[in-house]
């Protein structure tokens, strides 16, 4: 499977001596809109929860939430039985593949309200 996904935590590391490579674990969305045929618009969110076994960990540091991340790897279901014996899923991708596509936008990036100023109010 292929998938943009925007994440949703920061990503996590697991690790323990006797593995040979580390676990990075992160969960991210990925929406489709449409216009039904009313004309009404429609929106889609489905999460993945994503299992990356790495080498090395050092991108998890830029795996934050908001990122968009490029993910390629093996779709699976993950399915469990809740306490009132309804059954609950996850899409899970065990990951082989990740591209940072966009980095998330720190508190001082994110754009503050302008101001507006009148005609005689300009400074030059």
């Known amino acids: 499977m292929t998938a943009i996904l925007t994440l949703g935590r920061d990503a996590e590391?697991?690790?323990?001596?006797?593995?040979?490579?580390?676990?990075i674990t992160f969960s991210g969305a990925s929406s489709e809109r449409w216009k039904d045929k009313d004309g009404v618009k429609q929106e889609?969110?489905?999460w993945v929860k994503c299992d990356w076994w790495a080498k090395s960990t050092l991108i998890a540091k830029f795996l934050t939430k908001g990122c968009k991340v490029y993910?390629?790897?093996t779709p699976d279901v993950s399915v469990w039985q809740n306490k009132d014996e309804?059954?609950?899923?996850?899409?899970?991708?065990?990951?082989?593949?990740?591209?940072i596509v966009a980095f998330a936008k720190s508190e001082e990036e994110k754009p503050i309200?302008?101001?507006?100023?009148?005609?005689d109010d300009l400074p030059y």
């Open 71 to 73: 993910v390629e790897g």
């Open 113 to 119: 309200n302008a101001i507006p100023i009148q005609g």
């Open 13 to 23: 590391v697991k690790e323990d001596p006797s593995w040979k490579s580390s676990l």
């Open 44 to 46: 889609k969110t489905t």
């Open 86 to 99: 309804s059954l609950g899923s996850n899409l899970v991708c065990k990951v082989f593949k990740v591209d």
